[in-house]
């Protein structure tokens, strides 16, 4: 059975940063995806951003809010994906949610193209 299990999360002031990390068990991920989303109050579920990889990672995307702000990375011997998160704003406050599937020619940006979800960690950010 899959688990992705997040932790990272927090609290942090307006220009902080914060590095969520995603580790899977039950399964090694040699190719797929794996994306972040998150969903604040009242709010969908968005899409933060993704990466695609083989033995490599082969691309990745973001969403235009967090783009230059947000990046993935994934380290292949721990089976598991970074989210690093920069110059946080009150707007990014929500809970983030990590995916991964196998589907590695599917757009990153669809909920549908991930198979496993973690559970989701909280981060708040104060102004």
């Known amino acids: 059975q899959v688990q992705l299990v997040e932790s990272g999360g927090g609290s942090v002031q307006a220009g902080g940063s914060l590095r969520l990390s995603c580790a899977a068990s039950g399964r090694t991920f040699s190719s797929g995806v794996a994306g972040w989303f998150r969903q604040a109050p009242g709010k969908e579920r968005e899409f933060v951003g993704g990466i695609r990889f083989t033995w490599n990672v082969v691309g990745t995307s973001y969403a235009d809010s967090v783009k230059g702000r947000f990046t993935i990375s994934r380290v292949n011997a721990k089976n598991t994906v970074y989210l690093q998160m920069n110059n946080l704003t009150p707007e990014d406050t929500a809970v983030y949610y990590c995916?991964?599937?196998?589907?590695?020619?599917?757009?990153?940006?669809?909920?549908?193209?991930?198979?496993?979800w973690g559970q989701g960690t909280q981060v708040t950010v104060s102004s």
């Open positions: 995916a991964a599937g196998t589907h590695s020619t599917d757009s990153l940006y669809f909920r549908t193209t991930y198979d496993y």
